[in-house]
């Protein structure tokens, strides 16, 4: 019986472990207009190391201590902050 709940503990934390690292590692993608062409590009520059982190990350079977993975969540975070920063931009009607 107590084997049954700490297996069953176990695999909850697994799944919600698993959860959560989904879920900060955001895929980032291009969403800001021609209107602000320098960030635009910069969400492409992003998208695009994203995408070769990835298929390092395929390469080596996940095998990169980690450092890929949290270079991709710094990835994200640069991609939320340059859409934030583009939003701002609208707002005081300027073009960058």
């Given at each position: 019986m107590k084997a049954n709940v700490f297996l069953a503990g176990a695999l909850f934390g697994a799944v919600v472990s698993v959860?959560?690292?989904?879920?900060?590692?955001?895929?980032?993608?291009?969403?800001?207009?021609?209107?602000?062409?320098?960030?635009?590009?910069?969400?492409?520059?992003?998208?695009?190391?994203?995408?070769a982190i990835s298929r390092g990350q395929q390469a080596n079977n996940d095998a990169l201590g980690g450092h890929a993975a949290r270079a991709k969540d710094l990835l994200s975070q640069a991609d939320t902050e340059i859409r934030l920063a583009a939003d701002v931009a609208n707002e005081h009607n300027r073009n960058w």
């Open positions: 959860g959560c690292a989904a879920v900060a590692q955001e895929r980032p993608f291009v969403d800001i207009g021609e209107r602000h062409g320098n960030l635009r590009d910069a969400q492409q520059h992003i998208v695009a190391a994203w995408q």
